[in-house]
């Protein structure tokens, strides 16, 4: 009985920072591959970012790459999302998901377990 729930998501001006987490409930551990996602208005469902278990692979999309920072903290069954020099064109709602069938990132990533999502809209 997985979950995944975001936190942190809100309205911040352009150039401003948000960190996002995505924190794994009911387990006591967890070994899977984590990213995140994110659906900006009228625009499809874009890969942002990829961690293995271990945290030694990363994968990002070239729209945030330099400016995102994805990491985790496995004690806490919590994925993090560092956002920095946040853009307009960053607003976008954005999902924690997990490759539950591996612990090691994925390009590009298979997600099969998804969060509901968290809004961030970046203002000019």
């Known amino acids: 009985q997985v979950q995944l729930v975001e936190s942190g998501g809100g309205m911040v001006q352009a150039g401003g920072s948000l960190r996002l987490s995505c924190a794994a409930s009911g387990r006591t551990s967890s070994s899977y591959a984590m990213g995140w996602f994110r659906q900006a208005p009228g625009k499809e469902l874009e890969f942002v970012a990829s961690?293995?278990?271990?945290?030694?692979?990363?994968y990002y999309a070239d729209s945030v790459k330099g400016r995102f920072t994805i990491s985790r903290d496995n004690a806490k069954n919590t994925v993090y999302l560092q956002m920095n020099s946040l853009r307009p064109e960053d607003t976008a709602v954005y999902y924690c998901?997990?490759?539950?069938?591996?612990?090691?990132?994925?390009?590009?990533?298979?997600?099969?377990?998804w969060g509901q999502g968290t809004q961030v809209i970046v203002s000019s």
């Open positions: 961690i293995s278990w271990s945290g030694q692979t990363t």
């Open positions: 998901a997990a490759d539950t069938t591996t612990r090691f990132a994925r390009n590009p990533f298979r997600a099969d377990l």
